[in-house]
């Protein structure tokens, strides 16, 4: 498994690594741009550190590409579920922000409806 893992790294490293050369993009510059050292892009182009999904994402738009053209197939199907739960939770932060301000009676009817709807998919 932590061969597979290492494989995965490495070849993820590469795919970083040939998008930046291919757009002719300094090392420097290109992880200014990704919020980054210098160091520490080295790291993830060279396999030896995993970047987090919302890192690997930032890289992927920098680059001009997304997720999946950096990452192996088994590897694209964990990030997408990893992507679709941080989706899932950020909706459900800023629906709780929302109704932090709205008055208790549209609460009360967001909530009983909310109840019904999740009474339907059970």
């Known amino acids: 498994m932590a061969h597979s893992r290492k494989t995965m ?4 490293g590469r795919r970083l690594r040939a998008r930046r050369l ?4 300094p090392l420097i510059y290109t992880a ?3 919020q980054m050292t ?3 892009l080295h790291a993830y ?3 030896r550190s995993e970047p987090p999904v ?9 680059l001009g590409t997304d997720c999946s053209d950096l990452l192996g197939e088994r590897a694209r199907n964990a990030v997408t579920e990893q992507l679709e739960c941080f989706a899932a939770d950020r909706m459900i ?8 301000h709205l008055p208790a009676r549209h609460k009360a009817v967001l909530l009983a409806t909310s ?3 999740a009474g339907e998919r059970g």
């Not at 291919?22 to 993009?25: C, E, I, S």
């Not at 932060?93 to 932090?100: C, K, L, Q």
């Open 93 to 100: 932060f800023s629906v709780a922000n929302a109704m932090r």
């Open 9 to 12: 790294l490495t070849r993820l």
């Open 32 to 34: 200014q741009q990704m």
């Open 38 to 40: 210098r160091s520490m």
């Open 22 to 25: 291919h757009l002719q993009l």
């Open 54 to 62: 919302l890192t690997l994402w930032r890289m992927a738009g920098v």
């Open 45 to 47: 182009e060279s396999g």
């Open 115 to 117: 109840s019904l709807l």
